[in-house]
């Protein structure tokens, strides 16, 4: 494969990964980007804390560029006409709105909050034409010339509902922070693919593109006509025959494939060309990750310092944009600013307090197994009058027996290229030590367990024999008793309820998705087990 066929594939995990780049602009010589419309804007007397909030909402990191839409990035009207066509295709009494366009996207498991739980005074935004944690702005790929660009930023992932108290989920509330644990990139990137497809040849997708966004002015829609919709044509050509945008796998709903995207934005070879590359992780809760000295599931990106230095997390979290967001390395590293007020944001930052029942009299035998036989692991957490806080941190890595294509997929040829990119001194990738444990702040509303979203329930975490082998995830309620997704016995959900997001079936004798492992809780009594489960609810 020549580099521009394989740039044009890259793709991130965690984001948007289409092949509808625009690298044709690059010809010409100009290379423009833009601030994000999406971040709230605060006062110059803001706090590092506050900064950072916003920041996590709608900070473009450098992704609306030119550069980002090699890779990541897309030319939303374009896009946003195409999904709506695919969908009256399919729907005949679907709508040729933005209301349309709406539900499209919360199939997905994107969110449209009214409300954001947790932010600092000052921090708010209105999600109605885009969903949160999308950022946007307008380029100008050649004089004259006016697109606008939208890509994905943090909050997309790492924003979850909020639950009511008897554990149904309110899409109308979200908490910054916490893990989207519905976000479909597979299927977003899937559907925006065959639209795509399906309608660029249409000439009726521009008509479309005006019905939507009625307020484009000349210049817009002279650049969607002359510019963009031929480049889009034209890498689509390119691209005839395939059946899908990636050659990899990009997850299910609350996991991710991050280190494919990133095989592909270095130019490393993936495992069976793509198909075997099934490094699948699923999307954390970020409190206490500050008390880490190393990040992701497999904790490769250490801090050079080795301790939990902020200022050295920030630049290691900077890097993610580089296959999240499309972002070229030295780009990225101009970000690094942003990164550390996001870190000081999320010294502060703790999840939705647990919002159902807690058995009181079960929490204090359970804190005291946690202290025996989770601690050395996930850290001790201080009683604090009913209110852990976390005391020391072990940070530690190792092998529990869980499935490991997560740690084998990044190899030695993509630790090699992290080391060599201008991020060298920045990381210290310590690839093939294991899983690293996280601080469990927020496990409740986690679920699905384990690194890999495996396991639907604390209830079969602890207890294996428990543990399915198909269940359904995405616009999931939570069952309070087991603590982890509102099941039938056959893996799905209750009749009864409708989810928010489309669903989809989680195969545990797939690659990447193996079920054992961390059979801590095996010993357990069932009621140790149940008092377990109710001290982890207060994390």
Known sequence: MTRRKRTWRIAAAGTLAIVLGLAGFALIGMRHDAPSLAQPVLGDDADPSSRGAAAFVGAGFGGISLTALESNAIPWKLVAAALVMEERRRDPAALADLATLRRVMERFGFLYPAQ???????ISSAFTAKPLGMTHGFIAPVGGARVEVANLGCATCHAGVAYRADGTPDPARAVPGMANTSLDLESYTQAIFVALKQHTDDPALLAMTERLFPGMGWQERASLR???????????EALAGTERALPFPNGLPGATNGVAALKLQTGTPLLGGGAKDRGFVSIPDLALR????????????ATPSGTANAKQLAAITSFFT???MGVKPEEAQRHIGAAETIFAWLADYRPQAFPGPVDRTAVLRGAALFAQGCASCHGAF????????LADYPDWIGDVGTDGLRGAVLTPALAEAIRASSYGDAIRVKAGEGYAAPPLAGVWASAPYLHNGSVPSLAALLDPKLRPARFMVGGHALDWGN????LTADGRYPADYRPFATPQWVDTR???LGNGGHEYGSALSAAE?????????LL
């Open 322 to 324: 580089v296959p999240s």
């Open 116 to 122: 954001l739980d947790g932010m600092p005074p000052g």
């Open 529 to 537: 087990r149940q008092a377990l489960i109710e001290f982890l609810k």
């Open 290 to 301: 500050h008390r880490r000295s190393r990040l992701l599931a497999d904790g490769a990106y």
């Open 226 to 236: 002359w510019i963009v919709l031929p480049l889009a044509q034209s890498r689509l």
């Open 483 to 486: 603590m982890g997704l509102r």
């Open 382 to 389: 201080d009683w604090n009058d009913g209110a852990p806080e």
């Open 510 to 512: 797939q690659p990447g």
